[in-house]
């Protein structure tokens, strides 16, 4: 239908005289409105914005309470979409004031004449998609309601207060006051008696300049959180030098970065560090003032492992007890039930010290729990606190609360989004919702949001948004709609993202845990900025995948799918390999080959430590052999796993997969003995196999001596050392012992064919390639010993065998042979677990504190591995599996 024809046909059917008609309707004029506005315009769209304030800048318009300041650089909390704007404003402070800010935003509104097309003083109140004329009809509380093709939400992640909890607030005789509402013409705290509720970043800020003017302060702290000294003053040099040395690439940095904020990636774990390189980086960080910084730039591990992040927090704890002088007070002020950085830490100026003064009382709502307010303050079941006035510094209903409040959000069928979203928010790519065609929101959840630097999210998402608007209409398209595969692929990418970070570990406003009777779940994007735009800029790519385009002149595309298959620290790891270009391995030779594989192995994260790691030689089946022996740190003796490492059979060594054998032996509780088997092309067929074979005989005639507890002998290997291990338990059935009580087998060769679907499926593109392994066979075996059980186990007799436990991944070349051997076990009788490992690929496993997501299988391999030595399946590991929760839009 031609566009006048809708038109007309919307005019009869959802317009009033009193209908604004235009192409875009945008709610909100923060940040994200005000340049979408700009790039709409730009664009040739017709647009309003609708915000309920009286002028521009959003967060900055409402939050005027005193010490509201951004917490990420300002140098970094700008727009960088126009140099020119860039050049035209300085900012005074390393983190600006409100006042600072909101002139910033108004300027940007004058610079770009974005008032014109605002509506100030409206709030929407309702929405409704027409499926009849694919257009939403927006109502206010203030004039004309606008009929729109297109319908941006960038309400804020943090624009909706949470109303007070606390039964009697009505009775109160003073006055109340919301952070996130506070007056224009400010407050009067002089001489005044100020009780302040919450602690989360507006108390943390607001606190000590309340400190400063009222008479008393008592402060109300359900929860501490980690607070950081900001150092606020002039814009650090070394940053400024930085951005003005090549200001494209540090914004392109940025973009292209985890938080949005130009740092590097760090590398080092922290247990290659001592203790007093750990308190160097430590010191530096405290003293830089920057959120950013002291989250990412200490050791890799601090936002991912427990024990990584306790040592963060640790440290922090002890900077807390220097500065408050009564210890029950700085024990009060210490948090202790989440890691540091799963709940948002905040910066301060002397909150900490503010406790000192005599006119700051904290009360410990954990020890006496408010009971109401009454008439003239506060009562907690131990005390009661006369004061002035009540600050509720209580937050925000985040991310989903300025969202939900336009009810009903009605979109294809009348369905609307209050129920859609009642166990908690389902988005593909927090952008866009199945059903809501047309709909987009900015910073949603499910998008890095609150997780970034927003001002380099929220220009991502309107310069994409904007963009596919340009798109569709040049395509002739005037519907775009998200599939339901792909949200629902997008709620399982979200929960793979999750489980690799520390937030599912904290009940925050991240989660929904701040609001009584909200859906729990991590709602953000976990993953990462840059690799969110990847996302984004993929869907692009794949025409449009995941979504549902419609017009009235051009047939329906729906390029249907989900955009993520991978676990996401798989798809990092495959996206640098990728971008390293290297040739094919099997192009390098054999020695070329493993010359590669030594330099590579020298990037991974050091292992980490066990009780005791030694070298040692063993007998082989033709001569001696070195192994590597991992002792775990309890006291012996300990069951003895005998471990071949991959390589196809012609790579590697007793150590190259070193952190896998330390990682193994941490969790299990056992000897790990990795061997170094002979390799082709030097040592054919069936060198490796019998080597495999003689060393595991040697370890069991040696068992005692190696620390080991007889009769609790295991294999385990990886890839060709999964075959090896495989073989092993086939050789010692039929050549009279060493009895094995259980085998781990992880993505193992079992057989030599090439045709199951998964050499096709993932024959290139996922490191082991379908030509790597035609290489390796060819080195290791001739064509016509291929089928011999000690190369092809899964040709083998599988009866009697121990039992097993296999683990393949989904994008693995070998993994349909990996399923084919357990299922062959399994039909002779054998006992077989199998772990079938979604989104992972061949190296997942074993790229340990690199594929962070393949904890979870280890930890099964663990436990199996206990059951079969007869010993209780919760092993000795450190790391707690990952809090199932419901985590956001799953
Ligand atoms: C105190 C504070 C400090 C912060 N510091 C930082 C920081 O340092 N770095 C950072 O990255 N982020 C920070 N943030 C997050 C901040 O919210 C974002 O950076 C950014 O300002 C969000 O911009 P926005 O345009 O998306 O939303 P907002 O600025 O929240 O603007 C949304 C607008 O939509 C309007 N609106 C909502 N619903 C309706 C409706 N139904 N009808 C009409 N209008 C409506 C609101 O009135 C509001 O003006 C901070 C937030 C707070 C509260």
Known sequence: MPEAMVETRASDATRS???????????????????????????????????????????????????????????????????????????????????????????????????????????????????????WLITTDNGASVSCRYYIMATGCLSAPKPPEIDGVKDFKGEIYFTGRWPHDGVNLKGKRVAVIGTGSSGIQSIPMFAQDAAHITVFQRTPNFALPAHNGPQPAERKTMLEGDRAAYREQARWSMAGVPYPQQT??????????????????????????????????????????????????????????????????????????????????????????PNVTLVNLRQEPIQAITATGIVTDKRSFDV??????????????????????????????????????????????????????ITGPGSPSVLSNMAVSIEQHADWVVDRLVALRDAGFTTMEATETAQAGWARHMADCATLTLHRLANTWYTGANVPGKAQGVMPYTGGVGPYRSICNEVVAQGMLGFKLTGPNVAEQCNDGEVVRLQPDVRLVL?????????????????????????????????????????GMLQGADGPLPYKLYRPATSGPHPIVVYFHGGGWVLGDQQSDDPFCRDMCRRTGMIFVSVGYRHAPEHRFPAAAEDGYAATRWIAEHTTELGGTPGRLLVAGWSAGGNIAAVTCQLARDRGGPEIAGQLLVSPVTDCSFDRPSYSENGTGYFLTRGLMYWFWDLYCSPADRTDPRVAPLRGKLDGLPPAFIATSEFDPLRDEGIAYAEALAKAGVPVEQLKARGQFHSSFTMVDVIITGVNGRMKMAQALRRFADLPADASERTPPPREINVAAG
């Open 17 to 135: 005289a009193s209908t604004q008609v235009v192409d875009v309707a945008v709610v909100g004029a923060g940040f994200a409105g005000l340049y979408i506005l700009h790039r709409l315009r730009k664009a040739g769209f017709s647009a309003v914005v609708l915000e309920e304030a009286a002028d521009v800048g959003g967060t900055w318009y409402w939050n005027r309470y005193p010490g509201a300041r951004c917490d990420i650089q300002t140098i970094d909390y700008s727009y960088t979409f126009d140099p020119e704007l860039e050049k035209a404003w300085t900012w005074s402070e390393k983190y600006a004031t409100q006042p600072e800010i909101l002139r910033y935003l108004g300027f940007v509104a004058d610079r770009y004449d974005l008032r014109r097309d605002i509506r100030f003083g409206t709030k929407v109140k309702q929405a409704t998609w027409d499926d009849t004329t694919d257009r």
């Open 268 to 357: 080092v774990v922290s247990w290659q560090l001592s203790d007093a390189e750990r308190r160097e980086r430590f010191e530096k960080a405290w003293a830089a003032g920057d959120l950013v910084h002291i989250l990412t730039q200490l050791w890799a591990d601090q936002g991912v492992d427990v024990d990584g992040n306790a040592i963060v927090a640790d440290l922090i704890r002890e900077k807390i007890r220097e500065v408050v002088k009564d210890p029950e007070i700085a024990a009060a002020l210490t948090p202790h039930d989440h890691p540091f950085g799963a709940k948002r830490p905040c910066l301060d100026t002397n909150y900490y010290a503010t406790y000192n003064q």
């Open 388 to 441: 002035d006035i009540i600050v509720f510094a209580t937050g925000f209903d985040a991310m989903t609360g300025a969202i939900m409040a336009v009810h009903p959000i009605s979109g294809r069928g009348g369905k609307s989004l209050s129920s859609v979203w009642a166990g908690g928010p389902q988005t593909y790519l927090g952008l866009t919702v199945a059903g809501f065609p047309n709909l987009f929101m």
């Open 575 to 615: 996206g640098m390999l990728a971008q390293m270009n290297l040739p094919p391995i099997e192009t390098m030779g054999a020695q070329g080959a493993r010359d590669f594989l030594n330099e590579f192995n020298k990037a991974r994260p050091a292992g980490r430590p066990v009780g005791e790691v030694g070298d």
